[in-house]
């Protein structure tokens, strides 16, 4: 089955403690993001990346870092998490960035969203 | 740049009547716009999405939404509301450029009324 999976699905942890949440997809894209969604302002892309080795912000990276060493991976990693991380956090994939004029390649899927709390 | 506006943080009808969503953007580039339906404690499903092929986009659940280039509109509509149509839904802009950042509106809530 076609999927985005991120783990943990909630995670409550303390500040400072170091933690990654993972994403993984199974249908070979190129592009993935992170995004965090609060309460009256949507979701908010966090990274965004291109394809392998390729990474770049999005409008609130301050406080996350992301790798991309492998195409069906891209983990969110919050080397000092506080309190303003407390957020839902979603994955997501297209085969491309829209960079491409073939437009059915820019629709993203979604993973199932983790919520985490910080402490 | 690129940016998204919906119109109205919450929408509440009666359930039968029609349904009305809006969305303003902006766009440096030509775009690529979407509509996203989250329902409570449930992820993001892709209700249906513009790609200059045509202007007037029909989705599922019975959803469509009109581009119109003159008002940079992509307003959501649906005839008939359902009880199950209860959720948060997302107006969304990708601009197809070389920075691909993808800009989320704010949302708006859907209620319906019995």
Redesign the interface.
């Known amino acids: 089955e076609a999927q985005v999976t991120q783990n943990p699905r909630y995670l409550i942890t303390v500040t400072g403690k170091k933690l990654t949440v993972t994403c993984s997809q199974n249908m070979n894209h190129e592009y993935m993001s992170w995004y965090r969604q609060d309460p009256g302002l949507g979701l908010r892309q966090i990274y965004y990346s291109m394809n392998v080795e390729v990474t770049d912000k999005g409008d609130v990276p301050e406080g996350y870092k992301v790798s991309r060493k492998e195409k069906r991976n891209f983990p969110l990693i919050l080397e000092s998490p506080s309190p303003n991380q407390t957020s839902l956090y979603f994955c997501a994939s297209s085969l491309d960035g829209g960079v491409a004029w073939d437009t059915r390649r820019d629709t993203q899927y979604f993973g199932p969203g983790t919520r985490l709390t910080v402490l | 740049a690129q940016s998204v506006t ?1 119109l109205d ?1 919450h929408v509440s009808v009666s359930e039968g009547t029609p349904v009305l969503l809006r969305c303003n953007y902006s766009s440096s580039y030509s775009p ?1 716009l ?1 509509w ?1 339906v989250q329902h409570p404690n449930k ?4 209700l249906l ?1 513009y ?3 045509a202007t007037l986009v029909k989705g599922i659940n019975g959803f469509e939404a009109e581009f119109k280039k003159s008002e940079t509109s992509f307003h959501l509509t649906k005839p008939s509301a359902h009880m199950s149509d209860a959720a948060e839904y ?1 107006c969304v802009v ?14 708006t809530r859907l209620s319906i009324r019995p």
């Open positions: 919906q943080s690529s979407f996203y992820g993001l499903q892709l999405k790609t200059s092929a997302f990708s601009a197809r450029s070389s920075a691909s950042k993808i800009i989320f509106g704010s949302g």
